[in-house]
C-alpha cells in the first residue's frame, strides 16, 4: 500500500512539473492580414501584434508598412523560406522561455502558399500551445464570387514551374471538385493554355485578381474565352484561378 501511494506521490510531482512548465510557456499566433484592403485587418489582429513579444515578418520592409499604419512597434524578425530551417530552433526555444511570438506574411494567412507550415509543424511538435486567427486569405473570396459549385473543393496552390508540373495537372484531369489555383500575371496565360489542352476549352474557369483592392477583377466563362481575353489585355496583379471539375 505504502509503495503504491508513493507511485501515486510521484505522479502527481511530475504532473505538477509539467503543468508548471507549461504555464511559464509563451504562445505562436499565426495572424492573417489584409490581401489588399487595409480595412480587412481585424482588431484582435493588431491587438495580438501589439501584445507580442515578437513579430515573425516574411518581409520585414511590406510589413513595416503595415505594422506602422496601425502604429505597431514591436519587435520583428525576418522569417521566410530562405532562412526558416536555420531559425525555427531558436524561435522554438525563445517560446518555450515564456515569450509570446506572432507569424505574419506580406498578405493572407501565413501557411497558405507562404511560409508558416515549419514553424508550427515544431511548435506543435514541443507541445507549444498554436492559435490562427480567423482573417483574410485570398482563395475564400475568389471562389465564393466564382460562380462555380464551392461546397466541396481543392487547393493546388503555385504548380510548380518546371519539374512535376505537367504530372501534378493530368493527375488533376479527372478531378470533380472545383479546383484552386494560385498564379502570377506573368505566367497566368501559359497556365490557361495548358489548362486548356488538359481539361478542355469548355472547362469553366474564373480568374480573380487583385482581390479587395481598388481594380479587383473578376473574369469568367470557358478556359477559350478567358484565354482569348487575357490574350488581348495584359493581365496584372495577384490572381487566383478558380477552375471547375470534371462533371
Known sequence: MEAINFIHLISFYICSIITECNCFMGKLYVVPTPVGNLEDMT???????????????????TSGILLKHFEIKNAMQSHHKFNEHKTVEGIVNRIKAGETVAL??????????????????????????????????????????????????????????KKGRMTRLNALAEEPRTMIFYESPYRLLKTLTQFQEIF????????????????????????????????ATEPRGEIVIILAGKE
Open 200 to 231: 478542355g476549352a469548355d472547362r469553366q474557369v474564373s480568374v480573380c485578381r487583385e482581390i479587395s483592392k481598388v481594380h479587383e477583377e473578376s473574369v469568367r466563362g470557358s478556359l477559350q474565352e478567358v484565354v482569348a481575353h487575357f490574350t
Open 43 to 61: 482588431f484582435r489582429a493588431i491587438r495580438v501584434l501589439k501584445e507580442a513579444d515578437l513579430i515573425l515578418a516574411e518581409d520585414t520592409r
Open 104 to 161: 505574419i506574411s506580406d498578405a493572407g494567412t501565413p501557411g497558405i502558399s507562404d511560409p508558416g507550415f515549419l514553424v508550427v509543424r515544431e511548435c506543435v511538435k514541443n507541445g507549444i500551445e498554436v492559435q490562427c486567427l480567423p482573417g483574410a486569405t485570398a482563395f475564400v473570396p475568389a471562389l465564393v464570387s466564382s460562380g462555380l459549385p464551392d461546397e466541396r473543393f481543392c487547393f493546388e496552390g503555385f504548380l510548380p514551374q
